[in-house]
């Protein structure tokens, strides 16, 4: 996967942001999707037109709108089960979402902190964090994720806690790296010479300016965990089975590729716009906040 | 530079015990007993306590990790608890498999990398630049599980030119002595076999490479335009190379070296990746097997397996470190 450059390296602190940025339109499509899968998640119960785990065999594999075989009220057709995709692709929103949002700002948190904590006070502690990093890189991700969740149990906490377990080193590593570049700044320099503590330095001077790139970093997290969640719900690994999830219904569909193509398809869709758009909102907010390719 | 290598090996071996102590560890804290899970229903307690002390589980941690390294430093990873063969013998079953997917899909991005950084370098300010940097952005933000099931769509129902799941047809008689079966087959010249073999890996292999060829051709591109501003280079234009020419023969080799370090990183990642791409071909690799065995709590298996990979990564980063010092003429002199 990218490696994400550190963006605000070369941003002064006191640079004035005046001038008004045209927002990108990779920017307004991704969050508008983002928007849409937040506002399905939400009013779930009232927009899915089914119930996503009801079983019917009379209505298996119906195919969707505009298909020989399509069943009025079954948009997006059925599954092997006869249960109705709209439905549990709505419903699958509301887990993907909140796999991603907490499982991104748990990472966040704990990669961040420790990151800035390494780039900033150096030594033994620097010392530490790289060499978990170090560690933590030779595990295959997708391995030490399915094997989390294996130890801890399946379940919507198990999912949120490996992912953090994880990808705390994708924060570790950049902001690391940018604390180290910012700390050697002037600004730094001077607050020190007039005598502020090193924490208030770390808190009011260096965390400001290396907050954008967090942001971003962890706007590309979020498709991250959505894509991990999707691949642990693949392997049956994920929360319990029942539960509507993008992944569970990509397994399906792959089962039944040769007799019921949209099982597999309408699924991939949706991951792949919701993946996209983090991923393009990530990249969008680095620009953005990158004076160099504004 | 005999100084830094050392250095380097230490460092290795330092990770190497981290690694296995973090996966030691975190298999043990899970809850429920894999023994209970193997033995049928009717088995009493005391046979579970018979099995578990066979396989050593009911000694202490400490103990246990001490008679597992001792063993894994003799060669010796234990016995899968599953599969009751040892756990060595079934990772190099698997191993060649996973080594050929990944060469192939480094093979693969590293023609299409090159060949599109060099098209899009040649073609600078152009259209044809444009529609590189659009290939790059678009592969770049979707990872190789997306890659695979969307190859799957097109190549395997769509339009079904490819296999999509194992690695060689079954009814197809195999000569092989060794475990790479692609570069045997190529070796003795069984062309029929070394077709069969690639319609089932492409696929897999194309899911692995696309992002690692997206990345390469973005760094490759920007290295070699920057170097085809560099006056060595005019001066090859006045002497009358053409403009692909001065690309292969003077800018490649300057605007290679830095892709290098990236290749060695990409590289591991995308060996990461083949744990669920074979799982999503049901390719025969030690990926696949390492997902059997964590769904089946086989814990020597596991910690062989991941042990495995790990030294995969390590050592491919060392090669490539080496590799570095010895192309790059700064370094090698300094």
Not at chain 1, 217 to 238: P, T
Not at chain 2, 15 to 44: C, D, K, Q, S, Y
Not at chain 2, 60 to 78: H, K, S, T, Y
Not at chain 2, 265 to 276: D, E
Request: glycine share 8%; aromatic share 8%; hydrophobic share 55%.
């Amino acid at each position: 996967m990218a490696e994400p450059a550190p963006i605000a390296s070369s941003l002064a602190p006191a640079a004035p942001r005046a001038r008004a940025r045209r927002l990108n339109p990779r920017l307004w499509l991704s969050a508008g999707w983002i928007l849409l899968l937040v506002l399905a998640a939400l009013s779930a119960p009232w927009l899915a037109p089914h119930d996503p785990l009801a079983q019917d065999l009379l209505l298996e594999r119906l195919p969707p709108i505009g298909f020989d075989g399509y069943e009025a009220g079954y948009w997006l057709g059925t599954d092997s089960l006869g249960r109705d995709v709209l439905s549990r692709l709505i419903y699958g929103a509301r887990i993907a979402l909140v796999v991603a949002v907490a499982a991104a700002f748990a990472a966040c948190l704990f990669g961040s902190v420790l990151g800035l904590l390494a780039g900033f006070y150096g030594g033994w502690t620097d010392r530490g964090v790289s060499r978990g990093v170090d560690v933590w890189m030779a595990f295959p991700p997708v391995l030490f994720a399915v094997l989390l969740v294996a130890v801890m149990g399946p379940g919507l906490i198990s999912v949120i806690v490996a992912i953090a377990i994880i990808d705390w080193t994708r924060f570790a590593r950049v902001i690391r790296a940018e604390t180290l570049v910012q700390s050697r700044m002037d600004y730094v320099q001077s607050a020190r010479v007039g005598g502020a503590s090193r924490r208030r330095i770390l808190a009011s001077e260096i965390l400001p300016n290396v907050l954008p790139t967090i942001v971003a970093l962890l706007a590309l997290e979020m498709g991250v965990a959505i894509i991990v969640e999707a691949i642990l719900s693949f392997v049956n690994l994920s929360i319990s089975s029942d539960d509507p999830t993008w992944g569970g219904m990509i397994a399906e569909g792959r089962a039944s590729l040769h007799f019921a193509w949209w099982v597999l398809v309408f699924p991939l869709l949706v991951l792949f716009l919701s993946v996209l758009s983090f991923t393009q909102l990530g990249e969008g907010l680095k620009d953005q906040f990158d004076p160099l390719s504004r | 530079m005999l100084k830094s290598i050392l250095i380097r090996l230490a460092s290795m071996g330092v990770t190497l015990v981290g690694v296995a102590i973090v996966v030691f560890v975190l298999i043990r804290v899970a809850p429920g007993n894999p023994i209970a899970m193997m033995l049928p229903p009717g088995a009493t307690e005391a046979d579970i306590a018979r099995i578990t002390a066979l396989y050593g589980l009911d000694k202490p941690l400490f103990e246990q990790f001490w008679i597992w390294a001792g063993g894994v430093l003799r060669g010796d990873f234990g016995v899968s608890i599953t599969m009751r063969q040892p756990v060595g013998e079934l990772v190099l079953s698997r191993l060649p498999a996973t080594l050929e997917l990944s060469l192939l899909a480094l093979f693969i991005a590293l023609i299409v990398g090159g060949a599109t950084a060099i098209l899009g370098a040649r073609e600078r300010g152009g259209p044809l630049e444009a529609a590189v940097d659009v290939f790059n952005g678009a592969t770049l933000s979707i990872p190789d599980f997306l890659w695979g099931l969307l190859l799957i769509l097109l190549f395997g129902v769509l339009w079904p030119i490819f296999h999509i799941s194992g690695r060689v047809s079954p009814q197809l008689d195999l000569p092989f002595v060794t475990g790479f079966y692609l570069f045997e087959s190529l070796l003795r010249l069984r062309l029929d076999l070394a077709a069969d073999l690639l319609l089932h890996m492409l696929m897999p292999a194309v899911a692995l490479a696309l992002p690692l060829a997206a990345i390469l051709s973005q760094l490759l591109k920007q290295g070699l335009k920057d170097t085809l501003q560099l006056d060595y280079t005019v001066l090859a234009r006045v002497r009358g190379f053409t403009e692909t020419q001065v690309i292969l023969r003077e800018a490649l080799r300057n605007a290679a070296l830095p892709t290098l370090t990236l290749i060695g990183v990409q590289f591991t990642f995308l060996i990461g990746g083949t744990v669920i791409v074979e799982r999503l071909f049901a390719y025969e690799g030690l990926g696949n097997m390492a997902i059997d065995a964590v769904i089946n709590r086989d814990l020597p298996l596991i910690q062989g397996i991941v042990l495995t990979f790990a030294c995969l990564f390590i050592v491919i980063n060392l090669l490539v470190d080496l590799a570095y010092t010895l192309l790059n003429p700064r370094l090698r002199h300094g």
